[in-house]
């Protein structure tokens, strides 16, 4: 972990959780929480313990975007951007390119708890996640073009798909400041909650999802996120491939025989 603690991560309860830590820059993401969240995410990957992924932000924001400081400033000299990447790998896949798909692709259910600004980099973060659950003083920007950028980790891919191209491109193109209320509106998120129930709302949840068949979610979701791409065959496909691995699972064993006792089942994820 970075010697400031730029982010922690914590489990509990079979639900991991990872914060951004950098209030007094309104969470703003270092090269360092870059690599983090790609680390995390691919721990979290392998780990059964760990059914379900949040991600938040310490103090009043969610994430303000990039440390313009620290990623831009320093790849400035005399007004042209220099590529300061040192090794191969930096230079074929820097830090940022890598988030998208360890989030994207985590293939366990993630929840963005948006306690504040979500704004470039930090509404790309939110939008790769499965949910935004959201405090109702939370805000959104795509602020990309405030500095001469366009968008990038994966937003051209994700906030289309969630509001529609037209609805994408306003926001790209005007940089308007969206609340809660209206991101509920064009489903840019998906439930939004006082902020002060907010952490304990997302937790909830993600508890409860934990205690499910976690087999048979993480296959409804790839299923989803497939079935967004595929045709009809292709998904009856991948669908007959899920339920293949289910009926081979603990968990269904353990959901059937509860069914027939009539109990609550005991799932091990299994």
Known sequence: MPEEQ???FEVADGVGTLTFNRPDKRNALTTG??????DVCNSVRSDDNVKVLIITGNGSAFCSGSDIEKRMLPRMKTGYYIPVEETRAELIAPPMVRV????????????????GIAAGAGLSVAMLCDFR????????????????????????FTLPRLVG??????MILTRETIDAAEAERIRLVTQVVPHEQLMKTVRDFAVMI?????????????????GIINDLEAQLTFEAYA???????????????????KRKPAYKGK
């Open 6 to 8: 730029e982010y922690i």
């Open 165 to 170: 191209v037209d609805r994408a491109l306003k």
């Open 133 to 156: 659950i959201v405090s109702d003083k939370s805000k959104y920007l795509a602020a990309w073009a405030n500095i001469g950028l366009a968008p990038d980790i994966g937003a051209t």
């Open 33 to 38: 929480m870059y690599d983090g969240i790609a």
């Open 210 to 226: 934990a205690g499910g068949t976690s087999v048979a979610y993480e296959l409804a979701r790839q299923a989803l996120h497939h």
């Open 100 to 115: 998208a798909p360890a989030l994207y692709n985590l293939g366990k259910p993630t929840i963005a708890a948006v306690n």
């Open 243 to 261: 339920q293949g691995v289910c009926f081979n699972s603990e968990d269904f064993r353990e959901g059937v025989k509860a069914f027939l006792e």
